[in-house]
């Protein structure tokens, strides 16, 4: 008598380690994708090697009253954009306590927490990735910079697109956008990014598309990308009770 097969367990959950977007069928495009979006949802890995790096050490340097008093927070809803996006994971307590002292210091913030999440479209494949923070940051638009160069900078990533300031309407805030690329397999694959930092909270926005992945950087509608930006930040900022 033959001896069954012994059960198949499942691999140890990993944070920030993502599994690739469903692509339609087996491609090389699907292998890269799941590659960049891993790349992404590590952006609080990041602002680690920020510090490293030397970029924003520093700036958290002041007293107490210098920095913004906490009023805001993020927090993930089960959908987002009328139901565009469905919550896939919620990794906002994943983060190594590490990870936010040095964002803490990187970015000149206090009392930070993170908020990090995975949604999945819900009419196409592809993957949005939110990586926040939310806490007091003392200089807004310089955490806002440094992230995305920190997001940019990272092993096997390249600036396609340098990053602009967008207003969207209605927006008391500041979004930039940058589209940065990701080289392998023979292959090019784009990635568009947003993020914004009100002195409570912040965040970086990607989303991994298959269908433009392969598009020319040039070509991407960033003022379009910062208005949904800004509708998502609508969604995800709550007021402290």
Known sequence: MSTPPPPQQS?????????????????????????????????????????????????????????????????????????????????????????VRHAESALGGRD?????????????????????????????????????????DQDGMSLARAPEDFRPSGSDVTVTCQVIAKEDLNMRVIMPMCAWNDGNTGALIGEIDPGTSSWDAKDVDLASLAERTARIRAELRQPIN
């Open 11 to 99: 691999p140890a959950h990993q944070p920030f380690i993502l599994p690739p977007p469903p692509p339609q069928k087996k491609s090389r495009v699907g292998v890269v994708l799941g590659v960049v979006g891993g790349v992404l949802a590590l952006s609080i890995v990041a602002w680690a090697a920020v510090m490293v790096t030397g970029i924003g050490i520093g700036i958290g340097i002041g007293t107490d009253g210098d920095f913004p008093e906490a009023r805001y927070r993020l927090a993930m809803p089960e959908t987002l954009l009328d139901g565009e996006y469905k919550l896939e994971e919620d990794l906002s307590d994943s983060p190594q306590e590490s990870y």
């Open 112 to 152: 930070v927490q993170a908020a990090v999440a995975i949604y999945r479209p819900t009419d196409r494949g592809g993957q949005l990735n939110v990586s926040g923070m939310y806490g007091r940051f003392q200089d807004a638009d310089d955490a806002r910079d440094t992230w995305l160069a920190g997001a940019a």
